[in-house]
């Protein structure tokens, strides 16, 4: 069982529009590309090809339609890789020809979507290196930039890794501040075993219809709260910026009592950690990064008039 993995589905298409428009009010107002106009006469043709200037994965390439339909741009496309391909500096991505005015003013646009699309996905492929020949999965989180969340939770599938929950909606996470906002309501300071039979009785009570039922995960920042944890059966115990060796000694405890149930590691993963979490021999770790800091992907835009 895991989080519902985000693909090119009608609602990141919606998103798309919703971020396409605002890119399109953001270049134009509600006026006209004033230099195009100026200086580009109406007739011209022209073609632009995308080009990586470095090593990488692409992604947001399969969406260079939709793009173009909702750019309202009379131009045609041919498409050299699709998302989630290697590609290399120098290498071709996609050529656009057509109405150079069309051209000119809707470049931008398409670049800045398909350029951080692609750093996501190549920032993603390098952590998915790093723990390759360990059972570790690597995840994304919630740490995405408003309005980009299931573009960018896309981008890291692309990258070869796995997408943690959409939102607050589609999957229970209890941490510290609900125990301790519950504590400060009326006193109760539940243990980790009380918290996740507390959300399955909340989830089996109907007061929220599921199609099916969510996955519940807890974190945990001490080892002492770990036999709690897996004596109520939650579906992945979140081990909270723990030391590799108390994640080695919860891994053997998970195994001994409750081998079902998944350990996921966060906190203090970057590039240089993440191989020495993994082969601790938990199942999943959670990088905020993949999203929060992946730099834009270095693509060129070469052009060729008439």
Same mark, same amino acid.
């Given at each position: 069982m895991d989080y519902r993995s985000q693909t090119i589905d009608a609602s990141l298409l919606e998103d798309l529009t919703e971020i396409l428009r605002l890119a399109i009010r953001e270049d134009l107002d509600r006026s006209v590309d004033l230099t195009t106009m100026a200086i580009v006469p109406p007739g011209v043709s022209g073609s632009a090809s995308l080009i990586s200037r470095s090593h990488g994965v692409a992604a947001g390439i399969d969406l260079i339609d !939709?793009?173009?339909?909702?750019?309202?741009?009379? +131009?045609?496309?041919?498409?050299?890789?699709?998302?989630? !391909?290697? +590609? !290399?500096p120098g290498q071709v991505l996609s050529v656009l020809n057509g109405d150079a005015r069309d051209l000119l003013t809707c470049e931008r646009t398409i670049l800045n979507v398909i350029c951080r699309l692609s750093g996501v996905a190549s920032l993603t492929r390098r952590y998915v290196d790093a723990v390759r020949g360990t059972k570790a999965r690597v995840y994304d989180t919630r740490k995405t930039t408003p309005g980009w969340r299931r573009l960018e939770k896309y981008a890291v599938r692309c990258g070869g890794g796995h997408n943690h929950r959409l939102g607050l909606y589609d999957g229970i996470l209890i941490k510290d501040n609900h125990l301790a906002s519950r504590a400060a309501a009326n006193g109760?300071?539940?243990?980790?075993g009380q918290a996740v039979a507390m959300a399955k009785a909340f989830v089996a009570s109907g007061a929220v219809k599921f199609e099916q039922p969510p996955m519940i995960e807890i974190e945990i920042d001490r080892i002492s709260q770990l036999e709690s944890a897996l004596g109520a059966g939650p579906n992945i115990i979140l081990l909270d910026?723990?030391?590799?060796e108390l994640l080695s000694q919860c891994v053997a405890i998970r195994d001994t009592l409750a081998s079902g149930v998944e350990l996921e590691a966060s906190g203090g993963v970057n590039l240089g950690t993440i191989g020495s979490i993994a082969a601790t021999g938990v199942d999943r770790i959670s990088v905020g990064a993949l999203t929060h800091s992946a730099p834009v992907h270095d693509i060129g835009l070469d052009w060729k008039l008439g």
């Open positions: !939709e793009m173009l339909a909702e750019l309202d741009a009379k +131009i045609q496309w041919d498409q050299r890789v699709g998302d989630g !391909e290697a +590609i !290399e109760e300071l539940l243990d980790p910026n723990m030391s590799c």
